[in-house]
């Protein structure tokens, strides 16, 4: 699929109707990379550019040069050992006076008739050490006279391949020639540009067509770059309106309950029961729920906050706002303890309040249930609490209002669906709560076409954790601490991970380490629960609750901890095998602690080798515990595709953009497309008319981008 907007034009050809590419190729290609036309050929860019302007000296190369390019004269070429071992071995000497070796292992006869001693060719490969000399294996080389004249271009590009597609001569170099070969037959007329003129001439950005081909085989640095900046706001500026398109077209479709009050619930509440000042942060997001809830539309909000922002509190006074217009709500979270834990708290802040408040899970049977299900009916519970119980079919409500969802991130299709189905005629407003901050860039991508509040503030006097990494070694010094905490009267989390493709061997380790944690923590001074995914729930929230109630000093567990538990009493949390843990994983983990006004301890525990990536991402837990800036830190290491909440969104596949690196220009780019959907709501007016049309043709491929709803 290519976004020209031409009718059935060159761009639409198949790419067998190039010259050279018959049945077998043209196959090769859509098989390995999903090209079929000439316009996925063009609209394929080059992943890198080789820069063809610069020759290295051989006396000045260093070992870990990486990619270099030389011009020299091949003055042997030697075939060496037999069999498999049986390589091409050619040194080229430049002006310098140095020589370096090349060699091959594959086509070695073929290249051996090729290459003629005594030609002076461009080379160009990664250098590599072996015993002391410098060689480059399978280099690109190209006698110097022919380099020169045919390849003009200053920057080559590279583009994606596969072995069985270098194999057929379509590695980037035959790419190259198809790609001058269709960029040939190609004029702008069959690349119109889908942005508007005024657009262009404001944000000085080049023409479609102008960039399509200067992505290819720029002429200069300047010409790639401009050629970039077009196509990066054109893909995101595309996305964008595409998004708010969406948004727009969901929004008429969708009626739902105006909360046109506020009322006594909330009023009261606010004034008299309010057990803290609510932060800047809490009081803007609930003026845009209530301003949402206001306008008549389906809500379909995600509030994003990180680990203790407050959320909770946001939520009950959201579901109070739905109590003042005569509705009931209910909010759900993915586990019993903490959907318990919502009840409990939520109970204590309305505890003077004449609001009635209950609890739902699978454990609660027998005639408890039945009367409960009866008051729910008949309207005398107004606020209903649980898990995921709650939207099961039994469960009626008597006018469902509001329904919030806690860690939205374990809430599927099929229950959204439940959930749509428990009023009518309208669906309750949802509000979705997450803490896992997910960066701006991202947020604007994978949930551009819904609404997203953002609690960017802690409440006042948070005592900050203190993290500190050391390595394995140091295990006795951490022991020591955790002595120390318990001494002081608080309890300690100990957390190892399990990763699914070892498991058994993950619990052996735990179990070997419950030996070694019973040994330095005996009993009866030290009690000890251990907490594993593999166990029963009952046994799990058994242990929790022991934990939680103080009858245990250290809680040894796999992430099954991670979301949501609250125990104000632990202070110190030690994660074994950092390494092993992503970034937002130990950030959701180190929530645990500093939950309290005690001033809390989290140290990471890694051995002494680390890759890079790991010693970053421990690196960045140790400076700040701010969710958005781990978050921006895991989208730079991993890339936008890694991120946890936004795997099922298909729009993070960028061909250019990258969500990690072009946050200003995403910005400008929704900017414009917010203003331009304001002004031209129908994209009416001519300048835009090539943009609606463009828009039309591609709308189908976005059904489904919503993940909520
Ligand atoms: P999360 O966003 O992780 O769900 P919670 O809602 O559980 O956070 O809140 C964490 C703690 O902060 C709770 O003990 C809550 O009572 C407290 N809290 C929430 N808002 C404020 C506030 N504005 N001022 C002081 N404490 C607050
Ligand atoms: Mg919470």
């Given at each position: 699929?290519?976004?020209?907007?031409?009718?059935?034009?060159?761009?639409?050809?198949?790419?067998?109707?190039?010259?050279?590419?018959?049945?077998?190729?043209?196959?090769?290609?859509?098989?390995?990379?999903?090209?079929?036309?000439?316009?996925?050929?063009?609209?394929?860019?080059?992943?890198?550019?080789?820069?063809?302007?610069?020759?290295?000296?051989?006396?000045?190369?260093?070992?870990?040069?990486?990619?270099?390019?030389?011009?020299?004269?091949?003055?042997?070429?030697?075939?060496?050992?037999?069999?498999?071992?049986?390589?091409?071995?050619?040194?080229?000497?430049?002006?310098?006076?140095?020589?370096?070796?090349?060699?091959?292992?594959?086509?070695?006869?073929?290249?051996?008739?090729?290459?003629?001693?005594?030609?002076?060719?461009?080379?160009?490969?990664?250098?590599?050490?072996?015993?002391?000399?410098?060689?480059?294996?399978?280099?690109?080389?190209?006698?110097?006279?022919?380099?020169?004249?045919?390849?003009?271009?200053?920057?080559?590009?590279?583009?994606?391949?596969?072995?069985?597609?270098?194999?057929?001569?379509?590695?980037?170099?035959?790419?190259?020639?198809?790609?001058?070969?269709?960029?040939?037959?190609?004029?702008?007329?069959?690349?119109?540009?889908?942005?508007?003129?005024?657009?262009?001439?404001?944000?000085?950005?080049?023409?479609?067509?102008?960039?399509?081909?200067?992505?290819?085989?720029?002429?200069?640095?300047?010409?790639?770059?401009?050629?970039?900046?077009?196509?990066?706001?054109?893909?995101?500026?595309?996305?964008?309106?595409?998004?708010?398109?969406?948004?727009?077209?969901?929004?008429?479709?969708?009626?739902?309950?105006?909360?046109?009050?506020?009322?006594?619930?909330?009023?009261?509440?606010?004034?008299?029961?309010?057990?803290?000042?609510?932060?800047?942060?809490?009081?803007?997001?609930?003026?845009?729920?209530?301003?949402?809830?206001?306008?008549?539309?389906?809500?379909?909000?995600?509030?994003?906050?990180?680990?203790?922002?407050?959320?909770?509190?946001?939520?009950?006074?959201?579901?109070?706002?739905?109590?003042?217009?005569?509705?009931?709500?209910?909010?759900?979270?993915?586990?019993?303890?903490?959907?318990?834990?919502?009840?409990?708290?939520?109970?204590?802040?309305?505890?003077?309040?004449?609001?009635?408040?209950?609890?739902?899970?699978?454990?609660?049977?027998?005639?408890?249930?039945?009367?409960?299900?009866?008051?729910?009916?008949?309207?005398?519970?107004?606020?209903?609490?649980?898990?995921?119980?709650?939207?099961?079919?039994?469960?009626?409500?008597?006018?469902?209002?509001?329904?919030?969802?806690?860690?939205?991130?374990?809430?599927?299709?099929?229950?959204?669906?439940?959930?749509?189905?428990?009023?009518?005629?309208?669906?309750?407003?949802?509000?979705?709560?997450?803490?896992?901050?997910?960066?701006?860039?991202?947020?604007?991508?994978?949930?551009?076409?819904?609404?997203?509040?953002?609690?960017?503030?802690?409440?006042?006097?948070?005592?900050?954790?203190?993290?500190?990494?050391?390595?394995?070694?140091?295990?006795?010094?951490?022991?020591?601490r955790i002595r120390e905490e318990i001494a002081k009267g608080?309890?300690?989390?100990?957390?190892?991970?399990?990763?699914?493709?070892?498991?058994k061997l993950d619990l052996l380790a735990l179990e070997a380490?419950?030996?070694?944690?019973?040994?330095?923590?005996?009993?009866?001074?030290?009690?000890?629960?251990?907490?594993?995914?593999?166990?029963?729930?009952?046994?799990?929230?058994?242990?929790?609750?022991?934990?939680?109630?103080?009858?245990?000093?250290?809680?040894?567990?796999?992430?099954?901890?991670?979301?949501?538990?609250?125990?104000?009493?632990?202070?110190?949390?030690?994660?074994?095998?950092?390494?092993?843990?992503?970034?937002?994983?130990?950030?959701?983990?180190?929530?645990?602690?500093?939950?309290?006004?005690?001033?809390?301890?989290?140290?990471?525990?890694?051995?002494?080798?680390?890759?890079?990536?790991?010693?970053?991402?421990?690196?960045?837990?140790?400076?700040?515990?701010?969710?958005?800036?781990?978050?921006?830190?895991?989208?730079?290491?991993?890339?936008?595709?890694?991120?946890?909440?936004?795997?099922?969104?298909?729009?993070?596949?960028?061909?250019?953009?990258?969500?990690?690196?072009?946050?200003?220009?995403?910005?400008?780019?929704?900017?414009?497309?917010?203003?331009?959907?304001?002004?031209?709501?129908?994209?009416?007016?001519?300048?835009?008319?090539?943009?609606?049309?463009?828009?039309?043709?591609?709308?189908?491929?976005?059904?489904?981008?919503?993940?909520?709803?």
């Amino acid at each position: 699929m290519s976004p020209a907007t031409s009718k059935a034009g060159v761009l639409d050809r198949s790419i067998a109707s190039l010259k050279g590419i018959g049945p077998a190729k043209a196959e090769l290609l859509a098989k390995e990379l999903m090209i079929f036309s000439l316009g996925d050929l063009v609209y394929s860019y080059p992943f890198r550019y080789v820069d063809r302007t610069q020759f290295h000296q051989i006396i000045d190369i260093l070992p870990d040069q990486g990619n270099v390019q030389i011009k020299g004269k091949l003055v042997t070429m030697v075939t060496k050992g037999e069999n498999r071992k049986k390589r091409l071995v050619g040194r080229l000497r430049d002006e310098s006076g140095a020589a370096l070796e090349l060699v091959w292992f594959r086509g070695v006869n073929y290249l051996d008739r090729t290459y003629k001693i005594g030609e002076e060719y461009v080379v160009y490969g990664k250098v590599e050490e072996f015993n002391g000399k410098l060689s480059i294996t399978h280099p690109e080389m190209e006698l110097a006279n022919r380099a020169v004249t045919e390849e003009a271009a200053t920057f080559e590009p590279v583009y994606a391949s596969t072995d069985k597609l270098n194999k057929r001569g379509l590695d980037t170099r035959g790419r190259r020639k198809l790609i001058r070969a269709v960029l040939d037959q190609l004029s702008p007329t069959d690349m119109p540009d889908m942005l508007p003129p005024y657009l262009l001439e404001e944000l000085r950005l080049v023409s479609h067509y102008d960039a399509v081909r200067a992505i290819h085989l720029p002429a200069d640095q300047a010409e790639l770059e401009a050629a970039r900046r077009r196509l990066k706001f054109e893909e995101l500026f595309l996305l964008q309106m595409r998004l708010l398109q969406l948004k727009v077209s969901r929004e008429a479709r969708v009626a739902g309950y105006a909360f046109g009050q506020i009322g006594d619930y909330f009023n009261t509440f606010f004034q008299d029961h309010l057990p803290f000042t609510l932060t800047g942060a809490q009081k803007r997001v609930l003026r845009e729920i209530r301003q949402d809830l206001g306008r008549g539309i389906q809500m379909n909000r995600l509030l994003q906050g990180d680990v203790g922002s407050g959320k909770t509190m946001v939520g009950l006074m959201s579901m109070l706002m739905a109590l003042d217009n005569g509705f009931q709500a209910c909010m759900m979270a993915p586990t019993e303890i903490l959907a318990h834990q919502h009840y409990e708290s939520i109970q204590e802040y309305l505890k003077e309040t004449d609001v009635r408040v209950a609890f739902l899970s699978g454990n609660v049977k027998g005639r408890a249930r039945r009367e409960l299900l009866e008051d729910l009916a008949e309207g005398r519970i107004h606020i209903l609490l649980g898990t995921h119980a709650l939207i099961e079919p039994p469960v009626v409500f008597k006018n469902l209002g509001l329904a919030i969802i806690d860690e939205q991130h374990r809430f599927g299709v099929k229950q959204r669906a439940k959930l749509w189905k428990k009023n009518t005629p309208y669906p309750p407003h949802v509000l979705v709560m997450t803490a896992t901050p997910i960066p701006r860039t991202l947020a604007m991508t994978a949930y551009g076409d819904l609404d997203v509040s953002v609690i960017d503030e802690l409440p006042p006097g948070r005592t900050p954790i203190k993290t500190v990494h050391l390595t394995e070694h140091r295990r006795e010094r951490v022991f020591g601490r955790i002595r120390e905490e318990i001494a002081k009267g608080r309890q300690a989390y100990v957390v190892y991970p399990l990763i699914e493709e070892n498991e058994k061997l993950d619990l052996l380790a735990l179990e070997a380490a419950y030996d070694e944690m019973l040994d330095r923590f005996p009993r009866p001074d030290y009690q000890i629960s251990v907490v594993h995914g593999k166990m029963k729930p009952e046994d799990k929230d058994f242990e929790m609750a022991r934990f939680k109630n103080g009858e245990t000093h250290i809680m040894m567990a796999t992430t099954v901890i991670e979301v949501g538990v609250n125990v104000p009493n632990a202070t110190i949390m030690v994660i074994v095998h950092t390494e092993r843990f992503g970034l937002s994983q130990l950030h959701q983990l180190r929530g645990r602690v500093g939950r309290g006004a005690q001033e809390s301890f989290c140290i990471l525990l890694s051995s002494v080798k680390l890759s890079k990536e790991s010693r970053q991402r421990i690196k960045t837990m140790v400076d700040t515990t701010d969710g958005f800036k781990i978050a921006e830190a895991d989208l730079r290491l991993r890339g936008p595709g890694m991120i946890d909440g936004t795997q099922q969104s298909g729009v993070l596949q960028m061909r250019i953009a990258d969500l990690a690196q072009d946050g200003r220009i995403l910005s400008v780019a929704r900017d414009r497309a917010k203003d331009i959907l304001e002004q031209d709501p129908q994209l009416q007016r001519p300048e835009h008319r090539m943009l609606s049309r463009y828009l039309d043709h591609h709308l189908k491929a976005v059904k489904g981008w919503s993940l909520i709803s």
